[in-house]
């Protein structure tokens, strides 16, 4: 079986409700080129962090490295997401750009974790 890995860029927009019944939604619209592929991807490992949770750490190929530097830079406060097989599995604010190449995903159990690592390997 083959895994698709995608680092999509993902816009969320709200909607403010017609009516104080209604909630706000959140409308995800992903682009159709996804800023990067599993073969972008060095390595993946999960991390125990201090506060006894865990986070996946992705260390990217030099390629993959500076498309994500590109981005973020100029990208600053938008969103990101990690689809796997069509699914967001993750979605976070750029909040700075990410130049050295690494992507930490917290929360995650090491399970999970354990899962995605191995569709990258």
Do not use: C
Request: proline letters at 4%.
């Amino acid at each position: 079986m083959k895994y698709i890995i995608s680092l999509f860029i993902a816009l969320a927009f709200f909607s403010t409700p017609a009516s104080s019944k209604e909630q706000h939604k959140l409308e995800i619209r992903p682009v159709k080129k996804a800023l990067l592929e599993l073969e972008d991807i060095e390595s993946a490992q999960f991390v125990q962090t201090k506060d006894n949770k865990g986070a996946l750490s992705i260390t990217l190929r030099p390629e993959g490295t500076k498309r994500l530097a590109d981005y973020t830079a100029s990208n600053l406060h938008e969103d990101l997401a990690l689809i796997i097989d069509g699914k967001v599995t993750s979605m976070r604010k750029v909040q700075a750009p990410i130049r050295d190449g690494k992507i930490w995903l917290t929360p995650y159990d090491k399970q999970e974790a354990r899962k995605i690592i191995e569709m990258i390997k």
